[in-house]
Structures are given as structure tokens and as C-alpha cells.
């Protein structure tokens, strides 16, 4: 390689929680640099989960980070052509990307889920994704149902 590869960033832990996760998915969230309307929407949504789930005996940060493990996937696939032909190879995701796509897939769903505001729709997805239900975790299931149906293409990676 010609290029030295970027350093990484070190993400710095969130206020009330003190941890990188949060604040790496507050990141993911905010929009044109609202950072401090993310952190409230994602506290918010916290405390509404707090309020419906208070039988479960955990804190909302555990439940968030349990819904974030139900949704996050393990391989997914990619494009590959070969001879004219395109396949769709599965591929395991590294662990800081399967994160990311996690986070993401929750993120996306939730902001088009029907809601009044962001952090009710941000709550109702993520109790959703803890009870291994909703449209990120069916997101997952796809993703690892194609890889699975594409297992006789796996001796094609690079």
C-alpha cells in the first residue's frame, strides 16, 4: 500500500453513562452537528423504555445494548463478479463494522417508524429489537437468510 492507514479516532465516553457505545451511536444519529439534540433524544428514549419495561429488572442501558446484540449481524454479502457473472458472496463482518451496521439499521428503522417523536419511535424500536422483533431485527434475519442461501458461493472471496 502507497498510503499509511488512517489513525483510529478514539471516541470519547458519554456524560451520564461514561460509555464510547453511547456516544458512537448518538454520532450516528445526530444531524448537521446537533449533537446536543441527539444526546437528549437518545436520553429521552431511555427514559421511556425505563417507564413500559420496569419488569424486566434491568437498567434501559443494558436493555439498549441487548436490543443492539439482537440486531447486530454476523456475515452479510457482497457483490462479487466473476466470468461475467455477478454472485452474492457471504462474507463475515469485522467486529467494529457489524457495530456500525447495527447501529445504523436501528437508527434507520426507527426514524421510519410512526411515532410523535424521535425518541418514542427510538424507544418503541429498540424494546422491539430487545424482544427480538421489528423491522432492524427482520433486517438481520434478511441479511443472514441470503447469506446462508448463498453459502455455495463462499470459496469465491477475496
Given amino acids: 500500500m502507497r498510503k499509511s492507514k488512517p489513525k483510529k479516532r478514539i471516541i470519547l465516553p458519554d456524560p451520564k453513562f461514561n460509555d464510547p457505545f453511547v456516544t458512537r451511536f448518538v454520532n ?3 444531524f448537521s452537528g446537533k449533537k446536543n ?3 437528549t433524544i437518545f436520553y429521552d ?3 421511556i423504555i425505563d417507564e413500559k419495561l420496569k419488569i424486566e429488572g434491568k437498567t434501559p442501558l443494558e436493555i439498549w445494548k441487548q436490543a443492539l446484540d439482537n440486531i447486530t449481524p454476523h456475515v452479510e454479502v457482497k457483490s462479487r463478479r466473476v466470468g461475467g ?3 452474492q458472496v457471504p462474507m463475515e463482518i469485522r467486529a467494529d463494522r457489524k457495530v456500525s451496521v447495527g447501529m445504523k439499521n436501528l437508527i434507520l428503522f426507527a426514524r421510519k417508524r410512526g411515532g410523535r417523536s424521535m425518541a418514542e ?3 418503541a424500536e ?9 423491522a432492524a431485527y427482520k433486517k438481520k434475519e434478511d441479511t443472514h437468510r441470503m447469506a446462508e442461501a448463498n453459502k455455495a458461493f463462499a ?3 477475496f
Fill in 37 to 39: 439534540l441527539a444526546f
Fill in 28 to 30: 450516528n444519529m445526530m
Fill in 45 to 47: 428514549s431511555l427514559d
Fill in 155 to 157: 470459496h469465491f472471496r
Fill in 126 to 134: 429498540v424494546m422491539a429489537a430487545y424482544n427480538q422483533e421489528g
Fill in 121 to 123: 419511535r427510538l424507544a
Fill in 85 to 87: 457473472a455477478t454472485f
